[in-house]
Nanobody, 119 residues
Framework: QVQLVESGGGLVQAGGSLRLSCAAS????????IGWYRQAPGKQRELVAT???????NYRDSVKGRFTISRDNAKNTVYLEMNRLKPEDTAVYYC?????????????WGQGTQVTVSS
């Protein structure tokens, strides 16, 4: 089982910055990939950025150059540094992990943290 605790959301003006954190507590298995998704009102949940255990990163095009994902493996924590925020970045941001335990792959979601960017 994996438990995810997110923090760092809030209200910021356009052009500002926020840093999201997600701490993962894992009882069995290994986290393969950890990252962030977001969901705006009336829209589908979409990938923002992920990072693998080998530090391979993946970003959606609209955040490239503005957002940076990083992880602290010792703390099982992932960070999302968000700069030059835009109103269209407003959404609930969810932490997600893919982990393998006893040969089975699982996906886990956090509760979400609201990010609101005012124009």
């Amino acid at each position: 089982q994996v438990q995810l605790v997110e923090s760092g959301g809030g209200l910021v003006q356009a052009g500002g910055s926020l840093r999201l954190s997600c701490a993962a507590s894992i009882s069995t298995g290994v986290i393969i990939t950890i990252g962030w998704y977001r969901q705006a009102p009336g829209k589908q949940r979409e990938l923002v950025a992920t990072i693998s255990s080998g530090d391979n990163t993946n970003y959606r095009d609209s955040v490239k150059g503005r957002f940076t994902i990083s992880r602290d493996n010792a703390k099982n924590t992932v960070y999302l540094e968000m700069n030059r925020l835009k109103p269209e970045d407003t959404a609930v941001y969810y932490c997600h992990t893919d982990h393998i335990s006893r040969g089975t792959k699982y996906g886990n979601w956090g509760q979400g943290t609201q990010v609101t960017v005012s124009s």
